[in-house]
C-alpha cells in the first residue's frame, strides 16, 4: 500500500522540473525531471507485482469488476504513460536534441490519469 506513493511522487515532481525547465532553459531541472522519471519508471515494476500478487492472494484470484477492475486498468494505463514519458527523454537526450514538445502533454496526461487512479483507490 505505501510503495505505491514513491512512484506516483517522483512523477509528478519529474513534471514539474520538466515544465519548469522549459520555461526557465535550465539543463539541471531537466536532468532532475530525467532521473525522477527513471526512477519512477523502474519503481512501477514492483508496484505493479506487489498488485497483481495481491488481487490473487487476497482476492484468491476471482475475477475482478467495478472498482478494482477499473482501478488495475487506470494502473497499467498510468504505468505505460510514466515508461513513455521516461524513452521520450531517454531517446532525446541519448541523441543529444532537445526535447519535443508533445512530451508535456503526454506528462500533464500522466498526471491526470495518476490523480484519476488514486482517487479510484479511494473508494
Known sequence: ??????????????????????GTK???LADAAYYNLLVAAISTVPVLATGLLA??????GQKLKGIL????????????????A??????????TTVLPIYR??????????VALTDIWAAF
Open 26 to 28: 535550465r539543463r539541471g
Open 86 to 95: 521516461w524513452w521520450v527523454h531517454f531517446r532525446a537526450r541519448r541523441r
Open 69 to 84: 477492475l477499473l482501478h488495475l486498468v487506470l494502473a497499467c494505463v498510468s504505468t505505460v504513460i510514466i515508461w513513455l
Open 55 to 60: 488481487w490473487q492472494f487476497q482476492l484468491e
Open 1 to 22: 500500500m505505501v510503495l505505491i506513493h514513491f512512484p506516483i511522487a517522483l512523477f509528478i515532481s519529474a513534471v514539474i522540473f520538466d515544465l519548469i525547465s522549459q
Open 104 to 113: 508535456l502533454a503526454l506528462e500533464v496526461m500522466g498526471v491526470g490519469i
